[in-house]
């Protein structure tokens, strides 16, 4: 669709859903931060994928309103369409993590859309992820299709593993793993948080502090104040295993942050610097410090089960990665400013995302996404009975056999042709957006700007 072209009854009501969708999720940070949504629609405009990625309201008004075709609720036995879910799942929220007991993981990653939701939006959302992938790396429909088979089938094996109590310990690590992704971990392991230092601080007076860049900003005495005072408190709900001594949580220096993700536009945030082990300058640790947003599945489902559990999204959203990752970031905790939360991890220099940019024949990408299929049923499975939390209070594995049953391949089918049809809805949908925010229908006047 070229500029000044008409479009379709059809393409029209879409448009004016996918205005008042993205409205409704973002039209109050929009009018608080023009100038970041700016940048994020501007990214979101680069390709259907990154549009994807910034859409996850999009994703949940469809399937749960059978604007999708299909909700996916004959797949629900009542227990699986309330499982804890990561919200998110596309193929870039993967990635490493030093755990708590000192190993580097390949795991999912960025849990701030974490939810309880049905089990099978994770894997519609990752499969149309990796449609849209394939799309633009000129794979054919045939080759698109097998890999989303894959992934599906390497997540069913897994869950069998688990009720089966044959993967317990499973995790992705240097020593079970090749390819990319036991590269990337390998890639981890060689980064050093001297380096990190480094490149975000330095040394004055025979201390660290942040470097000024056009990236931070200080801080008027009474911000600085509110954020002194919600770190304080973010101490307290760090469990009790995993505190270390006093002097490890020392606040070295404090600024305003920007410039985070596409997902992040609009969210006040800010980066730390504490202490640490020792009094060694390098030894000094970098914490991120960022408002938690309202999860876009949250919008779509019925919440009163689910909100009066949390005080804030940032006590939601630790309490969602604790319960997805079996060894979560000790440091991860939360806080409030002013009644609003606020998440709290540390910023880590052995978090190196999957690129995929290198990865470009089939063979090579089935590789990664059996691995993909199987780290994605450990999340689930890890965040049922067996955790910390209780608001599943049965096993996952069970709940999503039961949901299964013999209908296996009538499950991977399906998944398949949702990921391949909503990818298809995906790239109209972006075309749809870039001329609608090009002409000012949505993003800057919407923000009045």
């Known amino acids: 669709m070229g500029e000044g072209d008409t479009i379709s009854k059809a393409d029209e009501k879409r448009l004016r859903t996918i205005v008042q969708v993205l409205d409704d999720a973002f039209g109050e940070l929009m009018r608080g931060d023009p100038a970041g949504f700016r940048g994020k629609y501007r990214k979101m405009a680069a390709d ?22 299909d909700t996916g609720s004959s797949w629900d036995d009542g227990r699986s369409g ?3 879910i990561h919200g998110d799942l596309h193929v870039e929220n993967f990635g490493t993590y030093l755990n708590s007991d000192g190993r580097l993981v390949f795991d999912v990653n960025d849990f701030d859309e974490a939810y309880i939701g049905r089990w099978t939006w994770d894997l519609q959302r990752f499969a149309a992820s990796l449609a849209l992938v394939g799309w633009q790396k000129a794979l054919p429909k045939d080759d ?64 660290r502090v942040f470097i000024e860049d056009s990236s931070v900003r200080r801080l008027g005495v009474e911000e600085q104040s509110r954020v002194v005072e919600a770190y304080r408190r973010y101490q307290e709900s760090i469990p ?48 991120s410090m960022k408002q938690a947003n309202v999860p876009a599945v949250s919008r779509f489902v019925d919440t009163s089960a689910v909100e009066k559990y949390f005080d804030n999204e940032g006590h939601r959203t630790v309490v969602s990665q604790r319960s997805l990752q079996v060894h979560t970031d000790p440091l991860l905790g939360w806080t409030d400013i002013d009644g609003v939360g606020y998440m709290i991890a540390e910023v880590s220099p052995y978090e190196v995302d999957l690129e995929w940019d290198d990865l470009v024949e089939p063979d090579q990408i089935r590789r990664v996404v059996t691995l993909l299929g199987r780290a994605t049923a450990k ?27 013999e209908k296996r391949e009538e499950l991977v089918s399906w998944l398949v042709d949702f990921g391949l049809r909503y990818a298809d809805q995906v790239r109209s949908d972006h075309g749809l957006f870039v001329e609608a925010f090009r002409s000012g229908r949505i993003g800057l006047e919407a923000t009045g700007s």
Request: glycine share 8%.
């Open 48 to 69: 259907p994928h990154a549009f994807y990625r910034g859409t996850a309201c999009l994703f949940y008004n469809d399937v749960t309103s059978g604007a999708a075709r």
């Open 144 to 207: 698109v299709e097998a890999l989303i088979a894959d992934y599906v089938g390497a997540y069913l094996d897994q869950v069998d593993a688990y009720a089966s109590g044959a993967a317990e310990d499973f995790a992705l690590l240097l020593d079970n793993t090749d390819g990319p992704i036991h590269a990337v971990l390998a890639s981890a392991r060689m980064n050093r948080r001297t380096d990190l230092l480094d490149a975000n601080t330095t040394r004055q007076d025979g201390d």
């Open 82 to 84: 309330r499982i804890w």
């Open 240 to 287: 009790q295993e995993k505190r270390r001594n006093a002097l490890f949580y020392e606040l070295r220096d404090v600024v305003g942050k920007s410039g985070f993700g596409i997902g992040s536009a609009g969210l006040p945030a800010y980066n730390l610097l504490i202490e640490g082990h020792s009094q060694a300058l390098d030894n000094d640790v970098l914490l």
């Open 379 to 405: 999340v689930h499975c890890a965040s049922d009975s067996d955790s910390e939390q209780d608001l599943v209070d049965f096993q996952v594995e069970e709940a999503v056999r039961g949901s299964v049953g």
